[in-house]
């Protein structure tokens, strides 16, 4: 263990496509951000001081018309029986499902913050 303090804002769910083989934030399903993202977490608490802290900068994502994602700032494209993300073909596309809903807050901060907590990790703020 040798790190003091970790500062990161990694990559947002659905926001981005960086065009990058196995990139973070592609994901198609939440739950598979979730998975992927708590396992670099799993990682940098490996090598975190016990004194150690790190803050996250995460943003929230909507669910948008026909598709999981959809980050507030996200380019839509439009064809002409849906609207799916920017660099995405309309097979990539995921629809409604569950618990997601057309417009709702998919709530992505909250899920990681209660997940890194039954991961054992200390949630000491929320900005």
């Avoid at 303090?5 to 990058?20: E, F, H």
């Avoid at 198609?28 to 975190?48: A, C, G, M, N, Q």
């Avoid at 499902?97 to 997940?115: D, E, M, N, T, Y």
Wanted: net charge positive; glycine share 10%; aromatic share 10%.
């Amino acid at each position: 263990m040798s790190v003091d303090m970790v500062m990161t804002s990694p990559p947002y769910w659905g926001l981005r496509d960086y065009s990058v083989a196995g990139q973070l934030g592609l994901e198609p399903s939440l739950e598979d951000y979730l998975t992927r993202l708590l396992s670099v977490f799993d990682e940098i608490k490996r090598v975190l001081k016990p004194t150690g802290s790190v803050y996250v900068v995460l943003g929230n994502t909507y669910c948008a018309p026909g598709k999981w994602g959809g980050a507030t700032r996200q380019s839509i494209a439009v064809s002409r029986d849906r609207a799916y993300p920017v660099g995405k073909r309309p097979h990539q596309v995921v629809r409604e499902h569950g618990w997601v809903r057309r417009k709702q807050l998919a709530l992505v901060p909250s899920r990681f913050a209660i997940a890194m907590q039954e991961r054992g990790w200390i949630l000491r703020n929320g900005i």
